[in-house]
């Protein structure tokens, strides 16, 4: 009984194994073209996406094979027909009602704001936490958010912050939804952060991406 049991265990592992590795590939192209669709989304006018690490030092390299080098913050660079840079995208993430609460963000090296923002994953509360997919007023708090850089260019001149519904004033800040303030704290929470570690490497290497290489 023993040898049964061993037999059947090792052949159950063996399958287990061999349909993960057989179905890898697959979802690693579902979520290449998820993650595409997501940048499309948030940058209109791309048309090809270009993924890149910004590195300590105020660095940029192409992703390649491997493990990320240490510090490395990923970013996409979107390119229009043209080939000429449409847009940076960059996930956010912070921790909401539920659980983490990801999303992808557009950036515009022109007006140095965020342009538009697409929800990656989240599980928070259907009916409440979920309205930053579809509340107009909140998504139009991403029209033109403002993340410019301080005269250094060390980090953003003025934090990303959720401020209580209807009461907005500055153009860097998020009108939270209300009865869903806790979510649209992590959405704020989640876009500065990304930002405060994204942008100050990007900024000074934007000729770099202007054209896709």
């Known amino acids: ?42 940058i209109p006018h791309a048309k090809t996406v270009s993924e890149f690490y910004a590195l300590p030092g105020a660095r940029i390299e192409p992703v390649k094979a491997g493990d990320p080098p240490a510090g490395a913050v990923k970013f996409y660079a979107a390119y229009d027909e043209n080939n ?18 990801r999303v992808l963000f557009g950036y515009s090296p022109e007006c140095q704001c965020i342009t538009g923002i697409g929800v990656v994953s989240m599980r928070e509360t259907p009916g409440i936490g979920d309205k930053i997919l579809i509340d107009k007023d909140f998504l139009a708090n991403f029209k033109e958010l403002d993340v410019k850089l301080n005269a250094d260019l060390s980090a953003l001149a003025n934090e990303v912050k959720t401020v209580k519904h209807g009461s907005k004033t500055q153009p860097w800040q998020i009108d939270a939804i209300a009865g869903a303030t806790v979510t649209s704290r992590a959405v704020g929470r989640g876009i500065n952060d990304s930002a405060q570690a994204l942008l100050p490497r990007l900024v000074p290497n934007l000729e770099q991406l202007r054209t896709k290489p």
């Open 1 to 42: 009984m023993i040898k049964a049991l061993g037999l059947v265990s090792a052949v159950c592992g063996l399958i287990i194994v061999g349909s993960y590795q057989g179905t890898l590939s697959a979802v690693a192209d579902n979520k290449r073209i998820a993650l595409e669709r997501a940048v499309f989304k948030v």
């Open 84 to 101: 000429a840079l449409a847009g940076i995208a960059a996930e956010a993430a912070a921790k909401g009602y539920a659980d983490i609460v």
